[in-house]
Structures are given as C-alpha cells and as structure tokens.
C-alpha cells in the first residue's frame, strides 16, 4: 500500500524573526493551521483529523474548541479516516448535546461549501 504523504510535510518553513534564529513560532503555527485547512479544502483526511487534532489540544495556533474538534474529526470519520470516530467519541464526552448538535451544522456546512467550490 503506498504511503500517504502528510500535509504537514508540503508546509514551506516560515520567515525567520529578526534575530535569524528561525521561524517565530506563531508564523510557523499560522502556516500550518493555513496548510492543513488547504489540504482540507481539497478532501484530505488526515488534514480533517489533524485539524480535530489541533482544535482540541489548542496546538498548532489554534485555540481549544471542542466543537470545533468535534467538527473536524467528524468530517475526518465520513471519509473513513481510521483513529477519526474514537477521536470524535472522546471529544463528544465533553460536550453537550447542544454542543454536538452545532459540530454537526458545522460539518454540514462545510461539506456544503466543499461542494459549492467542486462545482
């Protein structure tokens, strides 16, 4: 089975800050929550799961939002990404009904966005 390429490792390294001491961390971050939503955009799974990933660590730039998580690692679970639905399971442990229920619209939504930009 051939090996899929991660998303994170087409990411061109970012600007260096001003003491040349390599790329500032939130550049750096900025760049590959931009990457990882790119690759998203275009269907990838492991940049769905990556995103999930993010949003519920807080890592990468983002900020921690279950929902969000949520969100991601559901669009991930559709598409059959493997660790996706024990991940989206997790997340949903801590949060409510409500809460699930608005992770839901928002992968509706972007799946409906999806197809707009495919047609």
């Known amino acids: 089975m051939p090996q899929v390429q991660s998303w994170m490792a087409v990411v061109p390294p970012?600007?260096?800050h001003k003491n040349n001491?390599?790329?500032c961390p939130s550049e750096r971050a900025d760049t590959l929550?931009?990457?990882c939503l790119a690759a998203a955009a275009n269907g990838d799974?492991?940049?769905y799961y990556d995103l999930?990933?993010?949003f519920s660590t807080g890592s990468y730039g983002a900020d921690c939002d279950l929902v969000?998580?949520?969100k991601w690692f559901n669009l991930a679970a559709v598409v059959g990404h493997d660790d996706a639905a024990r991940a989206r399971a997790d997340v949903a442990e801590d949060l409510s009904a409500r809460e699930?229920?608005?992770a839901q619209r928002r992968a509706r939504e972007w799946l409906r966005?999806?197809?707009r930009h495919a047609a």
Do not use: K, Y
């Open 14 to 16: 970012a600007p260096a």
């Open 21 to 23: 001491a390599g790329p």
């Open 33 to 35: 929550i931009a990457a």
């Open 45 to 47: 799974s492991h940049a």
């Open 52 to 54: 999930g990933v993010a």
């Open 68 to 70: 969000e998580a949520h």
């Open 100 to 102: 699930i229920a608005e």
């Open 113 to 115: 966005a999806a197809a």
